[in-house]
């Protein structure tokens, strides 16, 4: 791959077919995939991940907003698309662009059922999602019946699936509330199931839950930052590669005699002499502040340089002492080495959080070869 000669966020497509294949391995051959393309397919470039899924083979995508969806069927994306946080606002361009409806509350249900009407819709697909834990989006138990009647007594849409997301997969120590979550969808699905026209799909597992509870696979599963390169646990993680690799270049270096300060607010005073590069990125790139003063580094030919001083907005500073480099050289903030999750730890946060910061003003250069 070619040397950066600017902050550039580097896209490998072909690290991305990787995990995919990972994962496909993981699950039956008769288990659908759905890919997770949300928040510019988790900070890299949701066009050029969904096209390559697309090509590999994926049943499904998802997106959070319906102007995600929006954007990936204009660049001619033919795949089923989940929108999972659709609202009434947005329902003309949803229908419009043939996305479909995840529906998570009565109120929901009735305003994409007027809409439908309106529209004349004959059995638009839409997806039920039921709240077994997480809290956060979803119908419940109890409402189950008053839902199923809103349904039978309609033609307009039609139930393509049921799912639901569960709260703590990756954590071993909740294997109980886990299996609870299992077993309560399990419960409301055999309730629901029986009382509609046609079977939908099934889905529960994320990626930790395609590597923690295979038994629960359903229908179909849904992987999102495992496709980018983690699997919430480092033995997994040491199997997959990392899609997203945050190189820049040396802008300047300067020697710093003891005593000198670095940066906004004298944040670092040096206690010997040392040598600092100045990097053109910084918090409106999405390196925030947290990643200062010690909590990341970054490689140089190799090497560890850690963040000294206050990260600034377009620049951060690091201690490239006994380093040997020159203005011009490559940096990497993280990719192979360190990791996002690497790279994020130290400011106690994940790698979600690094990899879908990275702001859309660096350049993104998307490899595959």
């Known amino acids: 791959m070619a040397k950066a000669s600017e902050t550039v966020l580097e896209i490998d497509l072909l690290a991305l077919e990787h995990n995919y294949r990972f994962f496909k391995s993981r699950i039956k051959q008769t288990t659908k995939f759905l890919g997770v393309v949300k928040a510019f397919a988790y900070g890299s470039d949701s066009v050029a991940i969904a096209r390559k899924l697309e090509v590999l083979g994926a049943d499904y995508l998802a997106v959070a907003y319906v102007s995600e969806g929006v954007e990936l069927r204009k660049a001619g994306i033919k795949l089923p698309i989940l929108v999972l946080h659709p609202l009434p606002v947005s329902f003309d361009n949803l229908i ?23 529209k004349e819709l004959n059995q638009y697909p839409i997806h039920l999602k039921f709240n077994t834990g997480l809290n956060r989006l979803g119908f419940t138990e109890i409402e189950v019946e008053v839902l199923t009647d809103m349904l039978n007594g309609q033609d307009r849409l039609e139930v393509v699936s049921m799912f639901s997301h569960l709260a703590a997969s990756e954590d071993l120590n909740e294997i109980a509330f886990t299996e609870k979550q299992i077993s309560t969808f399990q419960h409301i699905t055999s309730i629901f199931l029986p009382k509609l026209k046609s079977r939908p799909m099934l889905h529960l597992l994320n990626t930790s839950g395609i590597i923690n509870y295979e038994k629960a696979q359903y229908d179909m599963v849904r992987s999102g930052i495992g496709l980018y390169g983690f699997g919430n646990e480092a033995a997994i993680d040491a199997q997959l590669k990392p899609v997203a690799t945050l190189k820049t270049v040396i802008s300047q270096i300067h020697t710093i005699k003891m005593g000198q300060s670095i940066g906004y607010n004298m944040a670092y005073k040096a206690e010997a002499d040392i040598v600092t590069a100045t990097l053109p990125v910084g918090h409106a790139d999405g390196i925030g502040r947290q990643y200062g003063n010690g909590k990341a580094y970054v490689t140089i030919q190799g090497q560890k340089a850690p963040i000294i001083g206050n990260v600034c907005m377009d620049m951060i500073m690091v201690n490239i002492t006994g380093i040997d480099c020159k203005e011009g050289d490559e940096v990497i903030v993280f990719g192979k080495r360190p990791t996002a999750e690497e790279f994020a730890s130290g400011a106690k946060t994940i790698s979600y959080e690094i990899l879908t910061g990275i702001s859309q003003r660096v350049t993104r250069l998307v490899v595959d070869n």
Do not use: C, G, M, Q
Not at 98 to 113: A, G, H, M, R
């Open 96 to 118: 419009t662009y043939n996305l479909e409806p995840n529906i998570y509350s009565i109120k929901i249900l009735k305003d994409f059922l007027r809409v439908a009407k309106e």
